[in-house]
T-cell receptor
Framework: EDQVTQSPEALRLQEGESSSLNCSYTVSGLRGLFWYRQDPGKGPEFLFTLYSAGEEKEKERLKATLTKKESFLHITAPKPEDSATYLCAVQASLRDDKIIFGKGTRLHILP | SAVISQKPSRDICQRGTSLTIQCQVDSQVTMMFWYRQQPGQSLTLIATANQGSEATYESGFVIDKFPISRPNLTFSTLTVSNMSPEDSSIYLC?????????FGPGTRLTVT
């Protein structure tokens, strides 16, 4: 069964304290792995798509990497405005365009 | 990318009534998706809606409870029928653009 597991469930960091969020997945043929940011009361905001192991993408203080079994979202020198829930999702090549979401990591950056 | 709007943004409804949620996209898209996000949980796919055909429902979701319309390539509706408090959730519309999905702001539904 296709599955996405994110860790930790919640993370509190001081402003400027870098860290990484983990997304491990099992899927029958990966078409793409996605990272989203979700603020309270809002829909998920698309951040990155990764398609193959070894791929990396960056946006401001965020960098996403992908291996054959997991993805990391690295946050460098975070600011309080980076506080949000970060969702990982995978799209399996044998499941049409359906996306399976993890439960997310709630990130809180303390000023 | 795509810009997606939803109406209403939130509603409080009585048990046993129905609510129709509208989703409008700023460009023509083939596939639209409806998700549910229960409090403290991640997103669960309800159904996939293609224009000109019946929606495809995921396990645990049925057409009688969540009828969907897709009259054209920029619009869809989801109805939550005969509501109970367990239906209290955020309902999200999503569209696929190439291999990426974009989400609307969501409709926060509370059933009393």
């Amino acid at each position: 069964e296709d599955q996405v597991t994110q860790s930790p469930e919640a993370l509190r960091l001081q402003e400027g304290e870098s860290s990484s969020l983990n997304c491990s997945y099992t899927v029958s043929g990966l078409r793409g792995l996605f990272w989203y940011r979700q603020d309270p009361g809002k829909g998920p905001e698309f951040l990155f798509t990764l398609y193959s192991a070894g791929e990396e993408k960056e946006k401001e203080r965020l960098k996403a990497t992908l291996t054959k079994k997991e993805s990391f979202l690295h946050i460098t020198a975070p600011k309080p405005e980076d506080s949000a829930t970060y969702l990982c999702a995978v799209q399996a090549s044998l499941r049409d365009d359906k996306i399976i979401f993890g439960k997310g990591t709630r990130l809180h950056i303390l000023p | 990318s795509a810009v997606i709007s939803q109406k209403p943004s939130r509603d409080i409804c009585q048990r046993g009534t129905s609510l129709t949620i509208q989703c409008q996209v700023d460009s023509q898209v083939t596939m639209m998706f409806w998700y549910r996000q229960q409090p403290g949980q991640s997103l669960t796919l309800i159904a996939t809606a293609n224009q000109g055909s019946e929606a495809t429902y995921e396990s645990g979701f049925v057409i009688d409870k969540f009828p969907i319309s897709r009259p054209n390539l920029t619009f869809s509706t989801l109805t939550v029928s005969n509501m109970s408090p367990e239906d209290s959730s955020i309902y999200l519309c999503s569209v696929g653009v190439v291999y990426e999905q974009y989400f609307g702001p969501g409709t926060r539904l509370t059933v009393t």
